[in-house]
């Protein structure tokens, strides 16, 4: 598996390359708008903080795994659509820790699911993988930094939903099936007709895309929204139980 990572990585540097600046792209917006929710809250933590960059690499490690136990929906979408919780500990982490943590987690895990399992799409999965967990976790996180209430938490998830939803329907159209197509040598119309075969809505790429891939998204967004709502409130004591102890030492010191 190493060698033939090692040689995807070498065939496809180029994509690579864009990956990569797209990746310090979004830890860059992250992090402008994790300083500007900090100035407005008054917040002295570093943003990368040490217990933070541990907690960062857990969380990640954690997401990686999830990634790997992905799931078709054949009764909504083609067999290529798959679906994962991986985006819940980076929900957490965003939430917990601030949008840089979130971001960092979605790129972190992307290696760990590269390690563990490799690419069969030649990093363009993994890209849109990364890009459209990054539309939910990105919006809900800074929202939820700017006023940490249960409100807010639902407010950002709402809006990460529909901005994931809405971006990702978007890049199917415009990026991801056009690569797909060609980096696996099936026509669109057969792509099509095999949305059709689930839904006779289906008629061209933007109704392929209307019917096929924002139910997944929908479906994802709600599906880890509900989940990070009940499962942060009860993991919230542990963390910040964790972050009072660091700090503790620190002062002692």
């Known amino acids: 598996m190493g060698n033939g990572l090692l040689q995807s990585l070498m065939d496809n540097g180029s994509f690579v390359g864009v990956c990569l600046a797209v990746v310090v792209g979004l830890v860059l917006v992250a992090y402008l708008f994790e300083r500007a929710a900090r100035a407005r809250n008054k917040g002295t933590e570093r943003i990368l903080a040490t217990r933070k960059i541990v907690m960062i690499g857990m969380f990640s490690a954690l997401a ?6 992905d799931f078709a929906l054949p009764m909504i979408s083609p067999p290529f659509y798959k679906l994962d919780f991986s985006e819940l500990p980076a929900l ?11 971001v960092l987690v979605e790129f972190i895990k992307q290696l760990v699911k590269l390690v563990l399992k490799g690419t069969s799409t030649a990093f363009v999965g993994d890209l849109a993988n990364f890009l459209i967990g990054c539309m939910l976790v990105l919006p809900a996180s800074i929202i939820y930094q700017f006023r ?5 938490a639902i407010v950002g998830c709402v809006a990460g939903t529909i901005i994931m ?3 990702g329907t978007w890049f199917n159209a415009v990026y991801l099936l056009p690569a797909f197509s060609e980096l696996f040598g099936m ?14 809505g289906v008629k061209d790429l933007t109704t392929f895309v209307i019917f096929m891939v924002a139910p997944i ?10 989940l990070t709502m009940l499962i942060y409130k009860k993991v919230s004591p542990i963390i910040k139980y964790g972050r009072t102890m660091t700090e503790g030492q620190s002062h002692r010191r």
């Open 187 to 200: 026509p669109m119309e057969t792509i099509l007709e095999m949305g059709k075969a689930i839904n006779a």
């Open 64 to 69: 990686g795994i999830l990634y790997c136990f």
């Open 148 to 152: 940490k209430s249960r409100r807010n």
């Open 217 to 226: 998204n929908i479906i994802k967004g709600v599906g880890i929204s509900v």
């Open 165 to 167: 939803t809405v971006f």
């Open 92 to 102: 957490i982490a965003g939430f917990a820790f601030g949008p840089v943590a979130g």
